[in-house]
T-cell receptor, first 118, second 113 residues
């Protein structure tokens, strides 16, 4: 069964600090996708990144970077030089790439609430 | 950038009443999903829909729930007889292909009194 664990319930940092949000996943499939979504206080879900299980290259997008390590089943997210606007709940999610049928539903972790203080 | 549109943004309903939540997918998207998020909790999968039929549903999606695409554009979630525990944010998500990211609407906050 698929499972996503975000052990950090809440993190509070001061602006300009770097912060890493942890995500550990479980799946029996060899082909799967990992995602991060941001949920700001306004409530919408904003897509940040998708990674497939065959691509272990780390990715950087501006102040955001992601570290995918299959050996530890982790897909961690780092925000460099955090800003107040980064305050949100961040969800890690997993979907399995089914060969036929099914729906590749997203299985979400419980989320990490990040508060960046000025 | 194309968006998934959900209406209404907030729905207040008496327990036992029927509600219909509406979603307009991104044009050319073929796969549709409903998710639910009870306040302060994680986002949970309800149902997926492709080619005018349900592909998969969770144990939450019982006989009180139904989905349909009545006119080729809207994608609706109906709850026949609402309960207090149906109070949640409901998100519609759509994607153009099974290997592509799901794009979420802004959600409908459903409050059952």
């Amino acid at each position: 069964a698929q499972k996503v664990t975000q052990a950090q319930t809440e993190i509070s940092v001061v602006e300009k600090e770097d912060v890493t949000l942890d995500c550990v996943y479980e799946t029996r499939d060899t082909t799967y996708y990992l995602f991060w979504y941001k949920q700001p206080p306004s409530g919408e879900l904003v897509f940040l990144i998708r990674r497939n299980s065959f691509d272990e290259q780390n990715e950087i997008s501006g102040r955001y970077s992601w570290n995918f390590q299959k050996s530890t089943s982790s897909f961690n997210f780092t925000i460099t030089a955090s800003q107040v606007v980064d305050s949100a709940v961040y969800f890690c999610a997993l979907s399995e790439a089914l060969t036929q049928g099914g729906s590749e539903k997203l299985v979400f972790g419980k989320g990490t609430k990040l508060t960046v203080n000025p | 950038e194309p968006e998934v549109t959900q209406t209404p943004s907030h729905q207040v309903t008496q327990m036992g009443q029927e509600v219909i939540l509406r979603c307009v997918p991104i044009s050319n998207h073929l796969y549709f999903y409903w998710y639910r998020q009870i306040l302060g909790q994680k986002v949970e999968f309800l149902v997926s829909f492709y080619n005018n039929e349900i592909s998969e549903k969770s144990e939450i999606f019982d006989d009180q729930f139904s989905v349909e695409r009545p006119d080729g554009s809207n994608f609706t979630l109906k709850i026949r007889s609402t309960k207090l525990e149906d109070s949640a944010m409901y998100f519609c998500a759509t994607t153009g292909g099974r290997t592509q990211p799901q794009h979420f609407g802004d959600g409908t906050r459903l409050s059952i009194l």
